[in-house]
């Protein structure tokens, strides 16, 4: 079942409204707080990453987002108009000498907390996975 | 987000609540200059109120570390919450900061 599809324009001004209206979208799934947490975070650094880094905050270039909500799993899909990128190629942000960056752990964060993470059309779109379990009681 | 300065003898305590954000890390940021401006070098943030932490957040601490460090200051954290601590040892920034349970166990350790 498809819970969102929608465009929104390269404006990082919109990107923390826009999460925060999604999740509300998501309550009848009675997620528990730590995910709901993590997907809010998945969910916002990608849409981020959309903007700045592929749209490079162009405002005429567009980012889409779909979100499914299969049998046991949440699907959430983020794709932008850039050049794409190749996640293999960014840095280890735990690693010694660039653990005092200012930058790179969105990517590294997503990674470690979704459960499955794709990269499809040169990591134009970023296809998250988190498998769920519902809350208890 | 919230946040309020206050003193706890040659400490300076940072109140911060709601959310940390790449939309308002740059007002932490503005709290955090002031009190490196006013000389202070031991900060204690109490995370007691906070609900979300971005990337940018993190960064914005990580950038306050380094600028304490750089004049042999200190930094700690109280009251963090367990996603977010998720979050910090994630990405092993939990190295960098020492983390307390509540803002007495903190001031112990300055």
Redesign the interface.
């Known amino acids: 079942m498809t819970i969102v599809d929608e465009i929104i324009p390269s404006d990082m001004a919109l990107a923390s409204d826009f999460v925060s209206g999604v999740f509300e979208k998501l309550l009848f799934l009675s997620l528990d707080d730590a995910t709901v947490f993590n997907l809010k975070l998945c969910l916002h650094e990608a849409v981020v990453n959309a903007i700045k880094h592929g749209n490079k905050l162009n405002n005429a270039l567009r980012v889409h987002i779909i979100i499914n909500n299969e049998t046991n799993k949440l699907i959430m899909e983020v794709t932008d108009q850039g050049a794409g990128f190749d996640h293999n190629a960014l840095p280890d942000p735990t690693d010694e000498k660039n653990i005092m960056k200012y930058s790179g752990r969105g990517v590294y964060l997503i990674k470690n907390i979704m459960d499955d993470v794709k990269f499809i059309n040169n990591g134009q779109t970023i296809k998250m996975v988190k498998v769920l379990k519902k809350e208890e009681g | 987000m919230d946040i309020k300065l206050e003193n706890i003898k040659d400490v300076a305590l940072v109140v911060v609540g709601g ?1 940390i ?3 308002n890390c740059n007002e932490l940021r503005d709290a955090f200059k002031k009190i490196l401006k006013e000389g202070k070098t031991k900060v204690l943030i109490d995370f007691n109120k906070v609900d ?1 932490i ?3 957040g ?2 914005s601490l ?2 306050m570390f ?1 600028n304490l460090e750089k004049v042999g200051g200190q930094m700690r954290l109280c009251h963090v919450n ?2 977010i601590i ?2 910090f040892e ?4 939990h ?2 900061f020492g983390m307390f349970e509540n803002r007495e166990e903190a001031l112990k350790e300055f």
């Open positions: 959310k954000n790449m939309d979300f971005d990337s940018s993190i960064a990580i950038e380094q367990k996603n998720g979050l994630i990405t092993k920034v190295k960098l």
